[in-house]
């Protein structure tokens, strides 16, 4: 019998179907023995910031915000932590004195994950390469993450050269912005390669350049988890490289979240890895 009382918790987006954080939530819940529920709700765009000001009204204590509605929330919040401030967008939200209060664990998600598959990855990190590889919001997050892990040497690179220049500005002189033409002279000294867009999502997207010239140390990270085994991963692990896809940094990002509403450090096991693996197989299956 829990000693908690029974708490709701929710993620919101739109659309919002295919969120697995109820699958990840739910099972901690049951794992620790906490009365509780977590749900999804879909929201629009319009609806969404009146949503922030009700939810406590229909029983929630807090919840997950996931695309589009991150950066609204970041401008509806009044109390927001340093990673939400320097990430510019919101994935976690609480009360805090009765005020909201919000979070953003993506870069956190990002670090863990590799911290669990990969321990010292960034050891000497002011010495080593790093290449990202897109210029939105995941990459706003995973910047931050290993400018906190102390990395320096940054190369940002995206089609939209502008959009990284942007960043690179605002993140500071440690983000080096590379057009996606011209990543080639820098490929053989980068050691951690990642991947932050969508591309891997579909069996026919093609990653925009080749990554035969990475050093045979480089660690190749992509954060699609539908497929797990994206086209950019495949291709690594055939070249003989180190890899980590992104279904580690879902489950990691989730961790902060839980112990927040429900006071309690949940653990990222292989028996949750799997559940949630096999419900991304499922789904894929059935499409």
């Known amino acids: 019998m829990s000693l908690h009382n029974s708490k709701k918790v929710f993620v919101c987006g739109y659309p919002v179907a295919h969120s697995r954080s109820p699958l990840v939530h739910n099972y901690w819940l049951q794992k620790y023995q906490i009365s509780g529920g977590y749900e999804k709700i879909a929201i629009s765009p319009e609806n969404f910031p009146n949503f922030l000001k009700s939810f406590q009204q229909l029983g929630f204590i807090g919840g997950n915000i996931t695309l589009p509605h991150k950066e609204t929330a970041f401008t509806n919040i009044d109390i927001l932590d340093e990673a939400a401030k320097k990430i510019g967008a919101v994935n976690t939200l609480w009360i805090e004195n009765g005020e909201l209060a919000g979070s953003n ?17 960034d050891k000497n990190s002011d010495r080593k390469a790093v290449m990202i590889v897109g210029a939105g919001g995941a990459s706003r997050a995973i910047m931050y993450g290993l400018l906190q892990r ?29 057009p996606l033409g011209a990543v080639h002279p820098h490929l053989d000294s980068i050691e951690l390669l990642i991947n932050t867009t969508s591309l891997g999502m579909h069996a026919d997207d093609e990653f925009p350049f080749s990554i035969d010239a ?6 190749v990270t ?6 797990v085994n994206t086209g950019l991963l495949k291709s690594a692990k055939a070249r003989g490289y180190k890899t980590i896809d992104g279904l580690g940094m879902l489950l990691h990002q989730a961790a902060p979240g839980f112990q927040q509403w429900f006071g309690v450090k949940p653990e990222v096991t292989a028996k949750l890895r799997k559940i949630v693996e096999a419900d991304i197989e499922n789904a894929r299956g059935s499409q």
């Open 105 to 121: 664990t993506d870069a956190y998600g990002f670090t863990a994950n590799l911290d669990d598959k990969v321990p010292g990855w």
């Open 150 to 178: 102390g990395f320096s040497r940054i190369f940002l690179a995206n089609r939209t050269i502008e959009k990284a220049e942007h960043l690179a500005m605002e993140f500071g002189p440690h983000i080096n912005p590379v």
């Open 214 to 219: 990475l050093p045979k140390t480089a660690l």
């Open 222 to 227: 992509d954060i699609v988890y539908t497929p």
